[in-house]
């Protein structure tokens, strides 16, 4: 049996992305929305430790701002398709058979639809974007998956003795969800929602990235990066490299703490049998 | 026998039509409650220069006041005979505008496709064999870095050193001005959209056959085998790979639809001209027309993918198959 090993230098790294983006107001040498125009296209140096864009904004204090935007929308994106998630896939999971197969019908549907297309229909629904309308959108598209986990765990406890005890008490539907049922699949939903918290990241960045999210005006980690097509002109390597490493930094660390999350390797030694393993089983032995 | 074969084929024919017009729906209903003039996508900018009358005289006249429920039909009615309608921005018919596209999309997507197909099967028997060994450990922590890069970002890098700091390659675009014909030239912009792709999908489909096969591994039946006298690779090649197949088959039925359409973002950055630009632009100026049928599009052939992918793992997979079907009596339910 093998244990994982905790990700601590994951969760190191990112407590301080974290703490560096909401503790910043002190570090913030200037306004991130600021643009000197007469400093354009600053290197790194000792004035911008990251640089300046080609508007003439700091860097440093654009990733700071933009890093709590973009957290900002990974947790409430997150918060809300949990939500939906859970209630959908138990609603479809203790109802009968009909009303299941209706409901999963539309995730089906839902999950047909491919994800960026629908963010930017919902987008345009919701006319100008801001930190809220975005995690609403993104919300609204990222929760049919882990409806469908949800659900196939709820179909194999709802049968449990346990549960039709408390239903034969008098028990209610959302006694018995919260009571009995999610602490069930709550490690597969950790799980999936550490997953979305990333998948809410790169959704946000991407779309602010190609200019259907936050305006360029409104600073976070993917609308840094819609300046590249002029940093790449002007072989400003800093404007590029410096915000990606923070995105995809947290996510790798998001990646790791989440992988951790879905519980332990279970697995018995191979039956392919090289000399590794006949070592190790003689180390079993 | 013959005739629950062609019974089954109608019931799929007939979901798959379901679900299209349940989709036709959904995205007709979101075009129509999004925010835009849909006078716009019949007149053009002519609509400025129209009196508040005239306006709704034209609103009146094409049914744009009637029910939602009308103009669904209406829509429908033109949609069976081949008439989707016109292109706001682009002023013509919305098949032409996607006619002229889908070429370069699919050749990106369907390259992507081989590749993604070929090398995860490849670098998945690779980690399997060496499960847990260095290779393994090394390659798998290279993959989840690599999945965690978000495309536009891997397409910037690449970008970056390719195009701007070495300058080997051209950084957009389908093919240098003047050289539409040459195929060495298109096959040198097709390049870094494609590593893009690739990079991006491979190492989900990789991970995924690597676990499956090691699943596979641990079953008695290899036990038998290596008792028999096979080697360890005959095993793994012939046995577990067999055994791993109709699930990674299904697997990238499903994936086809999202490798094929998913080169949206990756045809943004480099400015390829596919349907993935034309998804964003339609989004971004409103193009209600056309983003409905670019939607209904890969909707539809996510769509099919999905039954395709029940009706592969079917075919392959004796434990899968329906009773009776197809060609098997030895097979009891």
Redesign the interface.
Known sequence: MMKKKFPALSLLILTAIVIFCFACEGLMAMDPRYMDLAYCNEAPGKEFFFGTDTMGRDIFSMICHGGRISLTIGFLATLLSTILAVFAGSVSGCAPARIDGVLMALTELFLSVPGLLLTVFLQAVFGGANVYSLSVVIGLTGWMSMAKVVRTEVLQLRHTDYVLAAKCLGGGFFHVLFRHLAPNFFPSVLFMAVMNVRNAIIAESTLSFVGLGLPVEEVSWGSILSLSENALLSRSWWIILIPGAFLVGTLLCLTNLGNYMRGNANRRHSNLGCEKNHKKNMKQL | MRKLYIDRMLYNVGKFVL?VF??SV??FT??R????DPLYAYYGERVEKMSVAQQEQARERLGLNEPLFTQYARWMQGACRGDFGISYQYKTDVKEVIAARIGNTLILGGLGFLLIFVLALWLGLFCA?R???AADRIICKIG??T???????LS??L??VF???LDWLP?SGAYSVGKEGDAADRAAHLVLPLAVVVLGHLWYYAFQVRNRL?EE????Y??LA?MKGLR?KQ??YRH?LRGALPSYLSMMAVAL??IL??T??VE?VFSYPGIGTL??ES??Y?DYNL?MV??LL??TA??FC?MLAGMISGRIDPRMRIHGLPGGGEVRG
Do not use: K, M
């Open positions: 679900r349940a989709l959904l995205v979101i075009s409650l999004a925010p835009g064999w499960e847990d060994r989840t870095v999945s965690c890069v978000p495309e536009f970002w910037l890098l970008l970056l195009a701007v700091w950084g090691l591994v641990r079953a008695d290899v036990l290596r360890g095993v793994l577990c639809p999202h359409g998913g949206y973002v943004t998804a964003y989004a971004r409103q983003l670019v939607s890969t909707g996510v769509i999905n």
